[in-house]
């Protein structure tokens, strides 16, 4: 048993429906209790689709327990596909009809039906949702691909690609494909297949007619990508075009995969990123300490463009997904930190509280921590909410989305010269330290600014300093003096300055705190 309030994914059978819900001609059959429906919502609502997804629940209840769930589960396989008419369908099983060992494979074959039937095993007690799409996708290709034989691609003008890994309720997967989708009409690279999102069955059947894949997002294609690359020698991309640097690397991957000249479509495609992070407005960046947390593409990802690109110092990487645990540490260990490998929310809060960074980038999860924290963050992985499905075009991949991040990474942080004020004047009544930056003001209000929070799961005690003006709890051991010395350093960089100095006081026992050893303490880590 576990404890837990939230989790960063849903059980194996939500990735099974995502991989339904992106194709059509396609149907699941979920052998699964009544109320098993919810997921609908993440689909119809979340992600704001007009249509259900294409799934049936056997949905059955207490009662049936008793009887022959069996027969539950061929008659609800016997309607829908009678119904609804697909191409093909899956079966499987949720978490409680696991349980119940119902066999949804071999009942669903014994019913000869005239459609392939692609049967999955996704064992909901030990992987989660992501692992459930790649090995839904995997076997979709296996079941379509199976049986193909190698084509020949010798004498063919040009090179022609599939993109793969995109699927519904993907993070701005909507946006990345177009986004993708026009680095690849400007390199002159035809697309094939792009799946699962929007693909058929009989799209899936045509994916070896391709010389090569791009893998998009790994956590959901890369299984079935290495399968293709052995059984239909298709090599596949691995860089995921997230920042300005990784898709002009992208733009060559491609183009040497493709055997066209990379410049050309380089000279095109235009970004503002790399001039904005240079202008000299984007001079306070620098060295702004950033934790970040999510999946582990978009997390790596993010890192890369943080330091690279922005000049920030990433002080925190972790992500939930343990599959992917292997890059983070090798991406982490590149940025001098250790990776953080957790599904636990409460450890991500705890570390974020240890790293003390300025900006927070993460999930959904992270965005509530960075509120109560009174940390500025953006969303840069799944689990997401609503506003994460965005009416307007949104991508995170390509030029266009190296745009995007730079204003929404930007965004939540106190703009320079209002930092720089607050570090001269921060007794004024209206723009002072415990006030929310002033452009976000119309969001936040005037909230007033909590103290930094030792721990975070003293929400109580926190909650209430958020809400007392300026009443600026500071733990013992400090004298007067220093106290009031510390409350000089600006609000964002405080709380670390009150961690070395009593970490620099402890390791020479040295109490109380004095301004003096406030200022060793300084001249000790600026060193
Ligand atoms: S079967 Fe799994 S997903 Fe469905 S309600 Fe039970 S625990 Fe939740």
């Known amino acids: 048993m576990q404890l837990a309030v939230w989790t960063y994914e849903g059980p194996p059978h939500v990735g099974a429906m995502r991989i339904a819900a992106s194709m059509s001609g396609?149907?699941?059959?979920?052998?699964?209790?009544q109320g098993d429906t919810y997921a609908d919502l993440l689909f119809t609502m979340i992600e704001r689709r007009k249509s259900r997804p294409p799934v049936t629940y056997t949905t059955f209840q207490a009662r049936d327990l008793g009887k022959d769930t069996a027969e539950v589960f061929r008659t609800a396989c016997e309607h829908a596909v009678e119904r609804f008419q697909p191409q093909a369908i899956l079966v499987g099983a949720s978490c409680t009809a696991e349980l119940i060992q119902d066999d949804p494979a071999g009942l669903a074959k014994a019913l000869g039906l005239s459609i392939p039937v692609i049967p999955l095993e996704l064992p909901s007690?030990?992987?989660?949702e992501n692992w459930g799409a790649a090995e839904t996708f995997y076997r979709l290709v296996r079941g379509f691909c199976g049986g193909v034989s190698q084509p020949d691609r010798a004498d063919r003008a040009r090179k022609t690609c599939n993109i793969?890994?995109?699927?519904?309720?993907?993070?701005r997967n909507r946006d990345d494909i177009r986004e993708v989708k026009g680095i690849l009409d400007a390199l002159g690279v035809p697309v094939n297949v792009i799946a699962p999102l929007g693909a058929t069955p009989a799209d899936i059947a045509r994916?070896?007619?391709?010389?090569?894949?791009?893998?998009?997002?790994?956590?959901?294609?890369?299984?079935?990508a290495r399968w293709l690359e052995r059984t239909f020698k298709q090599p596949r991309s691995t860089t995921v075009p997230i920042g300005a640097t990784a898709?002009?690397?992208?733009?060559?991957?491609?183009?040497?995969?493709?055997?066209?000249?990379?410049?050309?479509?380089?000279?095109?495609l235009g970004e503002r990123l790399s001039w904005y992070a240079r202008s000299i407005d984007s001079n306070y960046l620098t060295g702004k300490r950033v934790f970040i947390f999510g999946d582990a593409t978009h997390?790596?990802?993010?890192?890369?463009?943080?330091?690279?690109?922005?000049?920030?110092?990433?002080?925190?990487?972790?992500?939930?997904?343990?599959?992917?645990a292997r890059d983070v540490r090798a991406a982490a260990a590149d940025h001098g930190i250790e990776a953080l490998i957790t599904d636990d929310h409460l450890e991500v809060e705890d570390a974020i509280v240890a790293a003390q960074p300025e900006l927070v980038l993460g999930t959904q999860m992270e965005r509530h921590v960075a509120k109560r924290l009174r940390l500025p963050c953006a969303v840069i992985s799944s689990p997401v909410h609503v506003q994460d499905f965005p009416a307007r075009?949104?991508?995170?991949?390509g030029f266009e989305g190296a745009n995007v991040i730079f204003d929404s990474w930007v965004h939540p942080l106190m703009m320079g010269l209002e930092e720089h004020l607050l570090g001269m004047f921060r007794e004024d009544f209206e723009f002072n330290d415990t006030a929310e930056a002033s452009h976000l003001a119309a969001l936040g209000g005037t909230a007033d600014r909590a103290v930094e929070a030792d721990t975070p799961r003293a929400n109580a005690t926190m909650q209430s300093e958020i809400h007392a003006p300026a009443a600026e709890a500071l733990p013992a051991g400090w004298t007067n003096d220093a106290e009031k010395e510390l409350r000089k350093i600006p609000f964002f960089v405080r709380g670390k300055a009150r961690r070395n100095t009593e970490r620099f006081a402890a390791e020479r026992g040295v109490a109380p705190i004095t301004v003096e050893t406030l200022y060793d303490a300084k001249a000790y880590f600026g060193r």
């Open 26 to 33: 396609l149907h699941y059959v979920l052998h699964a209790p």
């Open 125 to 128: 007690y030990q992987k989660k």
């Open 164 to 171: 793969l890994g995109s699927t519904a309720l993907g993070f």
């Open 207 to 224: 994916l070896p007619e391709a010389d090569f894949n791009v893998v998009l997002y790994p956590e959901i294609a890369d299984t079935a």
């Open 247 to 268: 898709t002009r690397d992208f733009v060559r991957e491609i183009a040497a995969l493709a055997g066209v000249d990379a410049e050309p479509a380089l000279e095109e």
């Open 299 to 324: 997390a790596v990802a993010a890192a890369r463009v943080c330091r690279d690109e922005l000049g920030f110092k990433v002080c925190g990487l972790g992500t939930y997904a343990r599959e992917f």
């Open 393 to 397: 075009y949104s991508p995170q991949m």
